[in-house]
């Protein structure tokens, strides 16, 4: 990430809500970056501050330690890498792109997981954040979905029937 960006440096910091030291390792050992400690008195203050309502969370700060936007999970599972700096600008450049390329998709399909048709539908026309049915991924923006059961599939994991 930080060859493609002009070397700009960041940094992760894991801030925890776990309840215990043992979720905390599990969680933590498989990371890495820096953490605060587990029970550090500093969390509950950094949660009112940052208005974390549910977890998981990541907030992305500028280099001036203002918040750039408290999506940053989302972003990152919509957009991978390319979400990077995060800017209005370059989400809209993004959005843009996600438009386009659903211009060529069929509005519906019949998906080999599933017994019902699937509409393409998005956040502004009865689509939104969602759960992938198929390879149980979150997910954003355009999907596949069943008016009859609400079952949901991301269009690059549709596997089309006839």
Known sequence: LVDDHDGEDFEIVLVSSDRDQTSFDSYFN??????????????????????V?????????????KTVTQQGRNLINLYKENAYPF???????????????????PRSVY?????????????????????????EEQGCGWAYQCLECGYEVHPKCVTATS
Not at 34 to 48: Q, S, T, Y
Not at 111 to 135: A, M, Q, T, W, Y
């Open 30 to 51: 498989t990371m890495p970056w820096l953490a605060l400690p587990f029970g550090d008195p500093n969390i509950k203050e950094l949660v009112k501050h940052f208005d």
């Open 53 to 65: 309502k549910g977890i998981p969370c990541l907030v992305i700060l500028g280099p001036d330690g």
């Open 87 to 105: 800017t209005d600008a370059k989400l809209e450049l993004l959005e843009k792109k996600m438009d386009e390329e659903a211009k060529n998709l």
């Open 111 to 135: 998906h080999g997981g599933h017994r019902h048709e699937l509409n393409l539908v998005s956040e502004g026309n009865g689509g939104g954040p969602f759960i992938c049915c198929d390879c």
